[in-house]
């Protein structure tokens, strides 16, 4: 009875609406990923495709007839509950992982060029083969980084929040990103544009140190995510995309759809769906329109593959870092 009532509450009747839009990026090099995929997940309906011409085209009009934009004066953070000002009136403490354990010494040639913007669901901060105008430090969120191909769409091989950073290319000298970043979960990031950023990698080499650090954690990532898409069934890696979200928000409710965990693990939704309605049906998660509430962390843990204890112990390489307590405008 249990598991019928979890299967009627994850059933396929909901509706959900999936979209892109991109933070302004280079049109300089047209992008393989161009073709975004939009599309609503009613029984029966079939998914659309629109062709963004650059980087920088929104959705907004296509999603609804007139897209409200918010004052970027204050701007409403939902995983926190808090207004981020781009004015920059009230310093604020960094929570990025990456950032806080850079010295003071270090952090303070970045500190002038960081400034707090809202993440907002399904923005493309970067994507493949663009020139990236700016860095992302992550605050608060989730976001997906996703590689593809014409015939197989997008696959997410690695999950970043606030112990990470979009925009490795930088660090590493490169020109164009290999990898499409999408926010999944909404949140708040320090954006550093790229020219300031370049500068200060140049000027101090223990800065690029203590970056490449992560990217060589990111590295690390990505082969045990594309292990665990090519071994591992679908609820253990439902179970482990859940677990690793919830890690990186710091809250056991994880605003995320079924279609987005589908989009990110490249299954279909029908699998996904399925899942959930049998942890749900075992009193490990507690499913509601637009979000999924971690009841039994351990039981969750439980369904998980060991993937999921893997890369939370990769960061243990920051976790014993000194933290400093840097703040910002």
């Known amino acids: ?43 029966g309906s079939k998914a659309s495709f629109v062709t963004i011409p650059r980087v920088g085209s929104t959705l907004e009009a296509i999603v609804v007839p007139i897209a ?7 701007t409403h953070d939902p995983m926190t509950s808090k207004s981020v000002s781009s004015a920059g009136a009230t310093p604020f403490s960094v929570q990025n992982t990456v950032l806080a354990t850079l010295p003071e010494a270090e952090f303070a040639l970045l500190r002038p060029h960081l400034k707090a913007v809202p993440l907002k669901r399904n923005e493309i901060l970067q994507d ?4 990236p105008d700016a860095a992302y430090f992550i605050e608060s969120g989730v976001v997906s980084r996703m590689v593809r191909t014409a015939r197989d769409g997008l696959v997410e091989v690695a999950v970043v929040g606030k112990f990470g950073f979009v925009g490795v290319s930088l660090v590493l000298g ?98 996904v769906s399925k899942a959930l309605s049998d942890f749900e049906a075992e009193g490990i998660i507690e499913g509601s329109r637009g979000a999924i509430r971690i009841r039994d962390m351990a039981g969750l843990r439980h369904e998980a593959c060991e993937c999921e204890k893997i890369l939370k112990d990769r960061f243990r390489i920051f976790r014993d870092m000194p933290y400093h307590h840097h703040r910002v405008m």
């Not at 690793?244 to 965990?261: E, F, N, S, W």
Request: aromatic residues 4%; glycine residues 8%; charged residues 20%.
């Open 174 to 271: 490169t020109m164009q990103t290999i990898q499409r970043s999408v926010v999944c979960v909404p949140g708040n990031a320090l954006r550093i544009e790229a020219g300031a950023f370049r500068d200060i990698l140049q000027q101090s080499p223990a800065t690029r140190e203590h970056l490449l650090k992560y990217v060589q954690l990111l590295i690390a990532l990505n082969a045990q995510i594309a292990l665990c898409n090519a071994r591992h069934e679908i609820p253990q890696r439902v179970a482990r995309w859940i677990l690793l979200a919830q890690d990186r928000i710091g809250k056991d409710r994880v605003p995320v759809t079924h279609g987005m965990i589908a989009s990110a693990l490249g299954v279909r939704r029908p699998g």
């Open 128 to 131: 493949a083969l663009r020139y």
């Open 68 to 74: 409200a934009r918010r004052p970027a004066q204050d």
């Open 1 to 43: 009875m249990r598991r019928q009532q979890g299967q009627r509450r994850f059933g396929l009747h909901r509706r959900e609406g999936r979209c892109a839009r991109s933070r302004g990026a280079s049109s300089a090099v047209p992008s393989v990923g161009s073709a975004l995929l939009c599309h609503n997940t009613d029984v």
